[in-house]
T-cell receptor, first 111, second 113 residues
Framework: SQQGEEDPQALSIQEGENATMNCSYKTSINNLQWYRQNSGRGLVHLILIRSNEREKHSGRLRVTLDTSKKSSSLLITASRAADTASYFCARTQGGSEKLVFGKGTKLTVNP | DAGITQSPRHKVTETGTPVTLRCHQTENHRYMYWYRQDPGHGLRLIHYSYGVKDTDKGEVSDGYSVSRSKTEDFLLTLESATSSQTSVYFC????????????FGPGTRLTVT
């Protein structure tokens, strides 16, 4: 499988805390994206980071990319109960333009 | 859900029967995708389309066929459903192949008994 690994598989935190999720991959990438999926719903795009970028921000989200370590992280600051969802990384890699998704991190934010 | 609908939303069918899932978009995006989502596997690409009558295989295409006769519609067919095809199926669209983000439909939960 070309799928990478997301770590942790599940994360439970209290409202107001920060949540960090990691994504590792094995081959060179063109870009990497993060998606959120609420229970029973489709995926929603959060942020895209290109292979020549190291960090991007969007509201309470911060994504970093370390191509030398083949890893990315998603940080959600000051989490809210509404952030409870599964988070997936997805990337284009090698000569293919198709997205390859990770298996996801299930985040639970307790009120 | 960005102008994407999927039908049916839920379906229970018997092994060996044909099943067709429909994805309809109102965004006029060129690219359309079918994924399946299973516990422990994340999302896996079944087939995708890069234009009317232009389709290609994804990672898990065996047992599935697709057709796109109009820009707005992308059909996924299971010619003879098997229990291993019990899954949640998602359609997605994008203006370009993976350069831009993909927009997902609400999903179809298919159970093959």
């Amino acid at each position: 499988s070309q799928q990478g690994e997301e770590d942790p598989q599940a994360l439970s935190i209290q409202e107001g805390e920060n949540a960090t999720m990691n994504c590792s991959y094995k081959t060179s990438i063109n870009n990497l994206q993060w998606y959120r999926q609420n229970s029973g719903r489709g995926l929603v795009h959060l942020i895209l980071i290109r292979s020549n970028e190291r960090e991007k921000h969007s509201g309470r989200l911060r994504v970093t990319l370390d191509t030398s370590k083949k890893s990315s992280s998603l940080l959600i600051t000051a989490s809210r109960a509404a952030d409870t969802a599964s988070y997936f990384c997805a990337r284009t890699q090698g000569g293919s333009e198709k997205l390859v998704f990770g298996k996801g991190t299930k985040l639970t934010v307790n009120p | 859900d960005a102008g994407i609908t999927q039908s049916p939303r839920h379906k229970v069918t018997e092994t060996g029967t044909p099943v067709t899932l429909r994805c309809h978009q109102t965004e006029n995006h060129r690219y359309m995708y079918w994924y399946r989502q299973d516990p422990g596997h994340g999302l896996r690409l079944i087939h995708y389309s890069y234009g009317v009558k232009d389709t290609d295989k994804g990672e898990v295409s065996d047992g599935y066929s697709v057709s796109r006769s109009k820009t707005e519609d992308f059909l996924l067919t299971l010619e003879s459903a098997t229990s291993s095809q019990t899954s949640v199926y998602f359609c997605a669209i994008s203006p370009a192949l993976a350069v831009y983000e993909q927009y997902f439909g609400p999903g179809t939960r298919l159970t093959v008994t």
